[in-house]
């Protein structure tokens, strides 16, 4: 089950995310681009740019998610330092 995930970044890909159910919010490059996620939606997020899930509206949330090239799961630059102690937000599965 996904949390809120705060900002981020990648440095070595980009990140595709698939929506298959669930709603909330995502924003990219600036919290004021936040809009709706919703089933049948693809997410994209380029490499290095920071982006974030403040808002799950209705859960569960499932993604697929596509890194490409595939992530190493320590690629994850969080904006505030603090955030990543919360680093669990993220599950990496079948890596």
């Known amino acids: 089950m996904y949390r809120p995930v705060p900002p981020h970044h990648h440095t070595q890909c980009d990140e595709c995310l698939y929506v298959f159910s669930g709603r909330g919010a995502f924003w990219m490059g600036d ?3 936040k809009a709706e ?3 049948g939606q693809l997410i994209i997020f380029p ?3 920071v ?3 403040p ?3 209705e859960q569960p949330i499932v993604f697929l998610a596509i890194d490409t090239p595939r992530r190493d ?3 994850v630059v ?3 330092p603090e955030d990543a102690k ?8 079948g890596y």
Do not use: E
């Not at 919360?86 to 599965?93: D, E, F, M, N, Y």
């Open 86 to 93: 919360s680093a669990g937000v993220i599950k990496v599965v």
């Open 73 to 75: 799961p320590a690629d």
């Open 78 to 80: 969080f904006q505030d």
């Open 37 to 39: 996620f919703r089933p």
């Open 51 to 53: 982006h974030a899930l």
């Open 55 to 57: 808002d799950l509206i």
């Open 47 to 49: 490499r290095g740019t």
């Open 31 to 33: 919290p004021a681009t």
